[in-house]
T-cell receptor, first 117, second 109 residues
Framework: GAVVSQHPSRVICKSGTSVKIECRSLDFQATTMFWYRQFPKQSLMLMATSNEGSKATYEQGVEKDKFLINHASLTLSTLTVTSAHPEDSSFYIC?????????????FGQGTRLTVV | GQNIDQPTEMTATEGAIVQINCTYQTSGFNGLFWYQQHAGEAPTFLSYNVLDGLEEKGRFSSFLSRSKGYSYLLLKELQMKDSASYLCAVTDSNYQLIWGAGTKLIIKP
């Protein structure tokens, strides 16, 4: 099956620093990757859609200068939380669409628990 | 606007059957997904329906009626490990996933 690897799984950082989260499709190519944020007891909130070789599309209310997304290849997208603050503490999850299976199952990474202190 | 509704929380007894409903209003339709999510973990895929009818997969079944904008997830022979959130998601005309808020299922012995 298709595997998406997300790293790191947990990270604690100091307020004001930046954190990079990687999302890799290990055995398939993904033209599109999605970044979600999830607060406790809430559903997934789409932050942005990342397309290989082009700028990410951000959802309304998501600061593009704070959440930098780079989709440099068909197997890697990164999310960088810049100048992190405690309110950025959350569970971040990426998902990828298989290049040959558009519209079918989304494959999720394991998620990253970010804690900003 | 796009909207997906599902109950916030349900409680059921171990060994019983539970049905989790999902209604949706989206811009186009290219399939409906059910995912299971345990606390602190990423969602895991359960089912995908794109045509009307019932899809059965072991203890889990999923039903879709496109004309009614309605789906349900049926869980049989409930086990304690089935305690989790169940997320309904619809792929719209742009193949973007629209997520429901999730249903927290509590299983009691």
């Amino acid at each position: 099956g298709a595997v998406v690897s997300q790293h790191p799984s947990r990270v604690i950082c100091k307020s004001g620093t930046s954190v990079k989260i990687e999302c890799r499709s290990l055995d398939f190519q993904a033209t599109t990757m999605f970044w979600y944020r999830q607060f406790p007891k809430q559903s997934l909130m789409l932050m942005a859609t990342s397309n290989e070789g082009s700028k990410a599309t951000y959802e309304q209310g998501v600061e593009k200068d704070k959440f930098l997304i780079n989709h440099a290849s068909l197997t890697l997208s990164t999310l960088t939380v810049t100048s992190a603050h405690p309110e950025d503490s959350s569970f971040y999850i990426c998902s990828a669409n298989h290049i040959e299976k558009q519209g079918t199952e989304a494959f999720f990474g394991q998620g990253t628990r970010l804690t900003v202190v | 606007g796009q909207n997906i509704d599902q109950p916030t929380e349900m409680t059921a007894t171990e060994g019983a059957i539970v049905q989790i409903n999902c209604t949706y209003q989206t811009s186009g339709f290219n399939g409906l997904f059910w995912y299971q999510q345990h606390a602190g973990e990423a969602p895991t895929f359960l089912s995908y329906n794109v045509l009307d009818g019932l899809e059965e997969k072991g203890r889990f079944s999923s039903f879709l009626s496109r004309s009614k904008g309605y789906s349900y997830l049926l869980l049989k022979e409930l086990q304690m490990k089935d305690s989790a959130s169940y997320l309904c998601a619809v792929t719209d005309s742009n193949y973007q996933l629209i997520w429901g808020a999730g249903t927290k299922l509590i299983i009691k012995p």
